[in-house]
């Protein structure tokens, strides 16, 4: 069902990660800038990931015993510095998404090199080092900050939808892994109801919204692929949801053949069955330069 499946380590059937968007109340920031100091509900509920998720999510991958991957904009490194220094000391990965959630698409041209690049002192400030992945707010990513990436020598972006697999973007710049996401494993479509950005949703219990990822797990299983979930603290971090993923992770680990990585390891694994002769589809960016033609 994968025309080109990749050989993942020691054998494992399928590569999985759980990536978390650690967005906390950059959202409403971002979306009411006029008042939102005053919006004390969706801050609060932002603020639920950094403050209660996620030390319930560490705490479950210290116990089963797997490191993963968060992405995390600038402004939230530089907010919740303690979240950042506990997820590093537990040897995770935070890459880059944004500055402040801004849409790349909205913010084009200057200001998008602007905040990209405020971002990144950020990271080197507070992080210790430069992230190694990005992913864009809102899945957004556009040539220009594809541009960036290869300029500021990242190994892989994870917002785009060309596969089910890791495959490589070739651009006249250079080239970048792309870690493809989809909505079907996003929580934001069954748990996300947020009148202030537009998005009213009815919000499903959590076996009902979780279901989903576990049949998309299923079929990459058996297709050898790999599995991505694309999630936020302040959502599925929620009690009720977290025990359902904890008891699939449990189930997962005990009974499957799988391969939990950080983004940025499953990238130096591409370099080495790459290096190796194993071939991965290359995209080649950008799509087009005319939009007429």
């Known amino acids: 069902m994968i025309q080109n499946p990749i050989p993942w380590p020691n054998g494992a059937r399928c590569a999985c990660a759980i990536t978390f968007d650690m967005d906390a109340d950059s959202l409403i920031h971002i979306a009411r800038p006029e008042d939102s100091h005053d919006r004390l509900y969706p801050i609060s509920m932002g603020r639920y990931g950094p403050t209660v998720a996620m030390p319930r999510i560490l705490d479950t991958y210290r116990r089963v015993g797997i490191k993963q991957s968060f992405f995390m904009p600038g402004w939230c490194l530089e907010t919740y510095p303690d979240v950042v220094e506990a997820v590093l ?28 690049e405020k971002a990144l002192d950020t990271h080197d400030r507070i992080a210790g080092g430069k992230p190694r992945g990005y992913r864009a707010p809102v899945y957004n990513v556009t040539q220009q900050v594809i541009d960036l990436l ?24 250079g080239s970048l892994y792309e870690m493809p996401v989809h909505w079907g494993t996003d929580d934001w479509p069954p748990f996300a109801h947020y009148d202030e950005i537009g998005y009213l949703m009815p919000v499903r219990g959590p076996s009902a919204g979780l279901e989903g990822f576990w049949e998309e797990f299923d079929a990459q299983y058996e297709a050898g692929g790999f599995f991505m979930l694309i999630v936020h603290p302040f959502l599925t971090g929620r009690l009720a949801r977290w025990r359902q993923v904890e008891a699939w992770l449990e189930k ?21 069955v790459s290096a190796e002769g194993t071939y991965l589809r290359t995209e080649t960016l950008p799509y087009f330069t005319d939009p007429q033609k």
């Open 89 to 116: 000391k537990d040897g995770h990965e935070i890459g880059h998404h944004g500055w402040i959630h801004e849409d790349p698409i909205v913010t084009k041209g200057g200001a998008q090199k602007e905040a990209f």
């Open 150 to 173: 290869i300029e500021h020598e990242f190994r892989y972006d994870s917002s785009l939808m060309a596969d089910d697999i890791p495959y490589r973007m070739q651009t006249d710049k």
């Open 252 to 272: 997962t680990l005990a009974a499957k053949d799988v391969w939990f990585a950080r983004l940025e390891d499953i990238a130096d694994h591409l370099d080495k």
